[in-house]
């Protein structure tokens, strides 16, 4: 996908729609090869005003078109579509950052994909396509081997948020992870038809009923940034133990199946070779690897893990080292964030820092959903 961006021409004007300010900067480090003069962000104030405001600086039928996620801009979709421009669309990457998205932290890695998005399983995606049509060689499959030995070995996910510690659970009994998600998640809308965690965690027990069940709230969900939680007392009735603040890793290494709608966890069960049954579409599902109730028809190869970590984590995102923020490949990623991950464990200021960045961007949200609530 690195080449995707490099392959752009220079003289063409770029402009991003659904990018929250935050976002701008950010976004700067993975658009290196475009000029600062061609890169637009359109933000009207009033937000039905996009499309206008987009004409008015400049965009025509020889523009580049970026939005983030499955935000919806039908004025714009058809003006792409009319005129055959191609429409790219922006996620977050699967190994993101030390903190979360909805902290404003800033994203080490990020998809930009050509085709859909990849956790829209309604149409085909540029992951989709990799994982379809990819002949994967030796090299490329004994560097997945290792990027997943060392993933394990270092404890990394998407996140990287809460400190690892050892969990005390019964020995004689299967263990079950379900993972909460966050419920009004594009992932959920599009590839788990609107399923909530309550509805998992039930079909989960009935699916399990002897197993020892846990489950793990979403982070976002957990400090209050996103919809999605299950009062505990609920929760435990078909789970045997919650586990909030404490790092996936933890969770995983005692798991033995791991029971998802459509979470990243999932496909980090698999890294991990665990067992996994999904019960709606994410992308790591239909190719022979996890216990499915539903299905894709346009996927009908079966993969190895190796090739599914290679096309996910090599050749479908861009990164940028952590230290640097100039673009890399994965392994120098790994390592600048391990870096930061060390830091964020031995200084108690950088923590410190982290936190009181989290604590305020909270509170600014709050107030903002307060004030929108009231216009």
Same mark, same amino acid.
């Given at each position: 996908?690195?080449?995707?961006?490099?392959?752009?021409?220079?003289?063409?004007?770029?402009?991003?729609?659904?990018?929250?300010?935050?976002?701008?900067?950010?976004?700067?480090? #993975?658009?290196?090869?475009?000029?600062? =003069?061609?890169?637009?962000?359109?933000?009207? &104030? !009033?937000?039905?005003?996009?499309?206008?405001?987009?004409?008015?600086?400049?965009?025509?039928?020889?523009?580049?078109?970026?939005?983030?996620?499955?935000?919806?801009?039908?004025?714009?979709?058809? #003006?792409?579509?009319?005129?055959?421009? =191609?429409?790219?669309?922006?996620?977050?990457? &699967? !190994?993101?950052?030390?903190?979360?998205?909805?902290?404003?932290?800033?994203?080490?890695?990020?998809?930009i994909d050509s085709r859909g998005i990849y956790f829209d399983p309604t149409r085909e995606s540029d992951l989709e396509y990799i994982l379809k049509t990819t002949i994967f060689d030796e090299a490329l499959l004994e560097r997945a081997k290792k990027l997943r030995k060392y993933l394990i070995e270092k404890k990394l996910s998407k996140y990287n948020l809460y400190e690892n510690k050892k969990l005390n659970i019964p020995s004689d009994k299967k263990v079950v992870l379900v993972p909460g998600q966050v419920e009004d998640d594009a992932s959920i809308r599009y590839g788990a038809s609107g399923m909530t965690n309550l509805e998992l965690l039930k079909q989960a027990r009935q699916n399990a009923k002897d197993a020892y069940i846990i489950y793990k709230p979403h982070p976002d969900v957990l400090v209050g940034n996103r919809v999605g939680n299950i009062d505990e007392k609920i929760a435990l009735k078909y789970a045997d133990k919650v586990v909030t603040k404490v790092g996936l890793d933890s969770v995983l290494e005692i798991s033995d199946e791991v029971h998802t709608m459509t979470s990243l966890v999932g496909f980090e069960a698999l890294i991990r070779e665990k067992v996994v049954f999904t019960y709606g579409m994410p992308f790591y599902a239909g190719w022979g690897l996890t216990n499915d109730k539903m299905k894709q028809e346009r996927r009908e190869r079966i993969l190895s893990i190796d090739e599914l970590v290679a096309a996910t984590l090599i050749l479908y995102p861009i990164y940028i080292n952590p230290l640097s923020l100039e673009v890399c490949e994965i392994e120098e990623f790994l390592t600048g964030l391990e870096k930061e991950q060390r830091l964020y464990s031995a200084s108690f200021l950088y923590r410190t820092k982290i936190k009181m960045h989290n604590f305020v961007s909270r509170k600014l949200q709050l107030l903002l959903r307060i004030i929108t609530i009231k216009r």
């Open positions: 996908m690195l080449r995707l961006i490099c392959g752009h021409d220079k003289l063409k004007m770029n402009y991003f729609f659904g990018f929250s300010h935050w976002k701008h900067e950010f976004m700067k480090p #993975f658009l290196y090869t475009l000029e600062n =003069q061609s890169i637009v962000f359109i933000n009207p &104030f !009033i937000k039905k005003n996009y499309f206008t405001l987009a004409i008015k600086q400049g965009l025509n039928e020889k523009s580049n078109i970026y939005i983030w996620g499955k935000k919806s801009f039908p004025l714009l979709e058809e #003006f792409a579509a009319k005129n055959n421009l =191609q429409l790219y669309r922006i996620e977050d990457g &699967f !190994i993101r950052s030390i903190g979360l998205g909805s902290d404003l932290t800033q994203p080490y890695s990020l998809v």
